[in-house]
């Protein structure tokens, strides 16, 4: 293993992550064949195969297997070590590794605009992806701080809540409901329904509600993006139910609206969360309190005034 190096034991662990050469290559910006090729070239260090292809699946070999338990301990080392050499530098250097479920997009970017020029030596990694992924991300260790509204309960956390993530059922400006008052969940769910993919907590969040009321939704549509719905929504496809943050930069000529419909908005918070007992760097953890005193004050102040105010 010698003549193995980091990066292809980086290409290796995140093919073994996502099972795809794709996922992996769009993760690491590479392209594919450079995925595959630094794959290959380990399995050829190692000297047996790391994958196998069954049908279109892709699993781990036995040996695959060791060798993503081994990179699992490597990479932990080094980020430990890591966190050692920033905390030596204080907080002038380093990296802040941020994951985020897709509402809290529209908010976050916000919120770091006056902490990057507090610590302007901090480069940050923003990762943006659904409530499952988030989940995936964090039994993998992949970042310092997760933010997400639905917190895990079968998982150790230490996990607070620091600003109100409102869900709320947006339709097209020239629907017919928008005139209306007071709209009932049932006749809600009449109308076509455009749904967020699954493994979003918003998904999950929409589901549970319909289903305590014992009522089906007719869902004409899955997107896996909130504002692919916002498109299909101003185009009229159907209504849906979203964050209001996704409206943050939509103005007073916005092709959506607000719908008034009962139990809505769904009141849900976003939530800073990291494993129990992990020790955080000095920066996530100034970060982290950041986030708690001041996020809710800088989200307000930096707002951009269009359909939320
Ligand atoms: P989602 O997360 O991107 O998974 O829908 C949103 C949320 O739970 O707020």
């Known amino acids: 293993m010698q003549n193995a190096t980091l990066h292809q034991l980086r290409v290796f662990a995140a093919v073994a992550r996502h099972n795809s050469f794709t996922r992996a290559a769009e993760e690491l910006f590479l392209t594919q064949p450079t995925v595959s090729m630094q794959v290959k070239q380990l399995s050829r260090t190692v000297g047996l195969p790391l994958f196998e292809q069954v049908g279109k699946k892709l699993y781990l070999t036995q040996a695959g297997k060791e060798l993503y338990e081994a990179c699992q301990d490597?990479?932990?080392?080094?980020?430990?070590?890591?966190?050692?050499?920033?905390?030596?530098?204080?907080?002038?250097?380093?990296?802040l590794r941020i994951a985020v479920v897709t509402t809290a997009k529209y908010v976050i970017p916000r919120i770091l605009g006056p902490f990057c020029q507090r610590y302007p030596g901090i480069d940050i990694s923003l990762s943006v992806t659904n409530h499952q992924h988030i989940i995936d991300g964090f039994l993998t260790n992949q970042n310092d701080l997760y933010i997400l509204s639905q917190p895990p309960e079968d998982i150790d956390v230490t996990v607070q809540p620091f600003l109100e993530n409102p869900l709320v059922v947006l339709a097209s400006r020239e629907h017919p409901l928008v005139k209306e008052k007071n709209i009932t969940l049932e006749r809600?769910?009449?109308?076509?329904?455009?749904?967020?993919?699954?493994?979003?907590?918003?998904?999950?969040?929409?589901?549970?509600?319909?289903e305590s009321h014992s009522l089906a939704l007719k869902v004409k549509l899955d997107l896996g993006s909130n504002e692919a719905i916002k498109q299909a929504v101003a185009g009229g496809l159907g209504v849906s139910v979203l964050s209001k943050h996704t409206l943050a930069l939509d103005g007073p000529n916005s092709h959506v609206a607000i719908l008034d419909v009962q139990n809505f908005p769904i009141q849900r918070h976003w939530y800073v969360m990291?494993?129990?007992?992990?020790?955080?760097?000095?920066?996530?953890?100034?970060?982290?309190?950041?986030?708690?005193?001041?996020?809710?004050?800088?989200?307000q102040e930096t707002a951009f005034r269009g359909l939320l105010s």
Do not use: C, W
């Open 188 to 210: 809600l769910a009449q109308e076509p329904f455009i749904m967020r993919e699954p493994g979003s907590g918003t998904r999950k969040e929409v589901q549970r509600m319909f």
């Open 74 to 95: 490597i990479f932990e080392r080094i980020s430990r070590f890591e966190i050692t050499v920033a905390n030596l530098k204080g907080l002038k250097q380093g990296t």
């Open 274 to 299: 990291y494993p129990s007992g992990k020790q955080l760097s000095a920066i996530a953890m100034v970060f982290h309190d950041y986030l708690l005193n001041e996020g809710k004050q800088v989200a």
